[in-house]
Every structure is written in structure tokens, then in C-alpha cells.
């Protein structure tokens, strides 16, 4: 039973055209995050909600946006894709606290063309 | 600055072989988390182990060990007779300051285990 989902699992855009990608859960879990992942790298925090609050990183680069309508649905916009946003996407749930494990997804390969 | 440091890159193994793969942290919060991730081909990562940072005891759950050693900052992992199907990527992450759950990851390590 897939507690964190994410559509799609293979994603193509064009270069520049915006493109959204999606996360449920199903585990009730407060936090939701956003990773980046690039070719043969660690996955890189991009952003988390803690509830309803948003939190940025600092070096998220302005492409990219999120939104929680609610406590189940997280979503990733890239506004403006570039070439070197092609990458794994991976959502993650926590309960919140720092000793508590992320849930991932099975993550959202993004190819911009 | 929180850093983890995994110094393989890749590992290549025969089944039945052990096999440790380091992992090395850097953190200056006194309360810390530390964790490790497998990352199969299908891409999802599979939570393995948490380590709080005041719990040094050794832990072993099947033919998966972890020695965490707070005087080297390491917490490594074993994997004891392995097999193809331990073949993935693992990594290793550390949680610290603040309430968000956070995690800072290592490069990774990619085992391959042949038949």
C-alpha cells in the first residue's frame, strides 16, 4: 500500500513551458517535502511545508514554487524549465519531528527537452 | 555546517561477501539524527535505520548491522552474506537543528552484488 505518492512517475516538458508536479499522502504526517535529485547526486532539499507553513531553502532558485492546498496534497511548479532541472523528484512526509523517519515516494523523473 | 561524507563511491561484491559502507558526519548541534536510506532502481528510498545521537549502542537487524561511533563521527553499515538484491544505492543522512526533519545526505554509495 503506497503511503506517499507522486504523478507522475516520468514526466517530459519543453524547455521553458511550466509543469506541476504532485505528491499525496496518505499518512496524515505534517511535514512534506520536496528533494531534487540530480544524475548520480544526493537528493537536495528544495522546500518544505510544516502544516500549512512554507519553508524555503536558501538556495532554491526562484523556478521553482510549491503549494499545500491541504494536509494530503503537496504539488512542485517549476515555472520556466531549464536544461539543468532535469531530475528526479522526490517527495518525502515526516510526523514532524527531527527523530522521525521521511516517507518517500517513488519520485518523478522530470526530462526537459 | 552539517556535512555527511561518504567516501565510496561505488562497491562491487560476490554474493555472500560482507560488505561496510562508511559513512562520515560533521555537525556541531549536541542533539542529532542519523539515518540510512537504500535506493533501489525504481528510485523510492527505503528508510533503514534511525540513530539518535546519544544512543551508541550497536544495532543489528537481520543481516543489516550499524556501528555508529560518536569519537570518529561515523556510523557505518554492514551487510552481512549480501545478496543481488541488496544491489541499490545507499545513503546515508543526518537530521539536526531545528523541529523540520531536515535531512542532510551523503553522496551515496553504490553496491553491486554479483551473483
Known amino acids: 500500500d503506497a503511503m506517499v505518492i507522486q504523478n507522475p512517475r516520468y514526466q517530459v516538458t519543453q524547455f521553458g513551458k511550466p509543469v506541476t508536479l504532485s505528491c499525496s499522502q496518505t499518512l496524515n504526517h505534517n511535514v512534506m517535502y520536496w528533494y531534487q535529485q540530480k544524475s548520480s547526486q544526493a537528493p537536495k532539499l528544495l522546500f518544505h511545508y510544516y502544516d500549512k507553513d512554507f519553508n524555503n531553502e536558501a538556495d532554491t532558485p526562484d523556478n521553482f514554487q510549491s503549494r499545500r492546498p491541504n494536509t494530503s496534497f503537496c504539488f512542485l511548479d517549476i515555472r520556466s524549465p531549464g536544461l539543468g532541472d532535469a531530475a528526479m523528484y522526490l517527495c518525502?512526509?515526516?510526523?514532524?519531528?527531527?527523530?522521525?523517519?521521511?516517507?518517500f515516494g517513488q519520485g518523478t523523473r522530470l526530462t526537459v527537452v | 555546517a552539517q556535512k555527511v561524507t561518504q567516501a565510496q563511491t561505488e562497491i562491487s561484491v560476490v554474493e555472500k561477501e560482507d560488505v561496510t559502507l562508511d559513512c562520515v558526519y560533521e555537525?556541531?548541534?549536541?542533539?542529532?539524527?542519523l539515518f540510512w536510506y537504500k535506493q533501489p532502481p525504481s528510485g523510492e528510498l527505503v528508510f533503514l535505520i534511525r540513530?539518535?545521537?546519544?544512543?551508541?549502542q550497536n544495532e543489528i537487524s537481520g543481516r543489516y548491522s550499524w556501528n555508529f561511533q560518536k569519537s570518529t563521527s561515523s556510523f557505518n553499515f554492514t551487510i552481512t552474506a549480501s545478496q543481488v538484491v541488496d544491489s541499490a544505492v545507499y545513503f546515508c543522512a543526518l537530521s539536526g537543528s531545528g523541529n523540520t526533519g531536515k535531512l542532510i545526505f551523503g553522496q551515496g554509495t553504490t553496491l553491486q552484488v554479483k551473483p
Open positions: 555537525t556541531r548541534d549536541t542533539t542529532y539524527y
Open positions: 540513530r539518535n545521537s546519544f544512543d551508541e
Open positions: 518525502a512526509t515526516s510526523r514532524g519531528h527531527m527523530n522521525t523517519e521521511a516517507f
